[in-house]
């Protein structure tokens, strides 16, 4: 029976920042574009309505509200509601593109002609399945917290006098919690490998990972504990690094200590914020187009490599 590498599958994606320096680059560039667009995009259509809506709060503050500013106010809710939905499709999208770019260099690595990027139906049907798994994850999340918390407050109402009562219920509630994070970490690795499945397969693919997973959920466990480990240990040097710059180049602006300070900072236009800020989003654009894309690798690289592994055929 084929078997996991948990190391190997783990440090995956190390292999292919190292393999593919150049297509990781290309990644960041690519994901750099793709998230400013909408952004730019925004900002000439939004802006206005934005400052009036700020002015609209302002007037809050002061005991001025007006039926106008009110309107202004719903109205922009609802377009921020949209932008929102919007945004999240968009960045799932982009998450999909990415993610197929590190499945395809670890399961087809000889099609590595445009650093790996495509737009088919490898990337459409994973975006549906990334889409799929958010919704569900939240009405799983929602159903667990309600099973939490029911039993623990019968429990605790019904427990004797009010102190035993409180304890026992904060009792149940940890220990249901404690159940329920055991189970949703169980669920959650039987159907890690959809997503490399459902690229492989070129179809949607969800429950069938269920099959494949079967007596590799310990391997699969210690894939993700090794991964996060790796990924907590880069977030404590890159952390260390920023905390480094800040303080060779003297420590956050003052202002940002100023609550009056940073809010008239923030009511200034649109534009005028992006001309004062600029230099700076442009700095955090250009590390992040070289950071962003290798966590990328070193969070989806493990999952593929695992897949390979289990549907390696003997002998190959």
């Given amino acids: 029976m084929a078997k996991i590498s948990v190391t190997g599958s783990a440090l995956a994606g190390f292999g292919v920042i190292a393999r593919q320096p150049g297509a990781v680059l290309i990644w960041g560039v690519v994901m750099l574009i793709l998230s400013l667009a909408p952004v730019l995009a925004l900002i000439p259509l939004m802006g206005p309505e934005l400052m009036k809506t700020i002015a609209a709060l302002m007037q809050t503050q002061s005991g001025e509200l007006d039926p106008d500013s009110i309107s202004q106010m719903m109205q922009l809710q609802s377009g921020l509601m949209l932008i929102q939905v919007g945004g999240w499709l968009w960045g799932t999208f982009i998450k999909a593109l990415i993610c197929s770019a590190i499945f395809r260099a670890v399961?087809?690595?000889?099609?590595s002609r445009g650093a790996f990027l495509r737009l088919g139906p490898q990337e459409l049907w994973l975006a549906l399945l990334f889409l799929v798994v958010s919704v569900l994850a939240y009405i799983v999340a929602v159903l667990a917290s309600i099973g939490v918390l029911v039993p623990a407050l019968v429990v605790g109402l019904s427990s004797g006098p009010q102190g035993q009562g409180a304890a026992a219920g904060v009792l149940t509630g940890f220990g249901l919690a404690f159940v329920a994070v055991l189970l949703l970490i169980w669920l959650a690795l039987r159907l890690s490998l959809a997503a490399p499945m459902t690229f492989a397969d070129r179809q949607f693919r969800l429950f069938e990972s269920w099959a494949l997973t079967r007596g590799s959920t310990w391997r699969l466990l210690g894939v993700a504990v090794l991964s996060l480990l790796i990924l907590l240990v880069?977030?404590?040097?890159?952390?260390?690094?920023?905390?480094?710059?800040?303080?060779?180049?003297?420590?956050?602006?003052?202002?940002?200590?100023?609550?009056?300070a940073v809010q008239a900072f923030l009511a200034r236009p649109p534009l005028d914020l992006l001309r004062s800020t600029w230099p700076w989003l442009a700095v955090i654009g250009?590390?992040?187009?070289?950071?962003?894309?290798?966590?990328?690798?070193?969070?989806?690289?493990?999952?593929?490599?695992?897949?390979?592994?289990?549907?390696?055929?003997?002998?190959?």
């Fill in 286 to 316: 250009l590390v992040w187009s070289v950071i962003g894309p290798g966590l990328f690798a070193i969070v989806c690289a493990p999952w593929a490599a695992a897949y390979r592994d289990l549907t390696r055929q003997p002998g190959t």
């Fill in 107 to 111: 399961l087809e690595p000889a099609q």
């Fill in 234 to 260: 880069l977030e404590l040097i890159l952390a260390g690094v920023v905390l480094s710059a800040l303080f060779m180049a003297g420590g956050p602006p003052v202002w940002l200590s100023d609550p009056q």
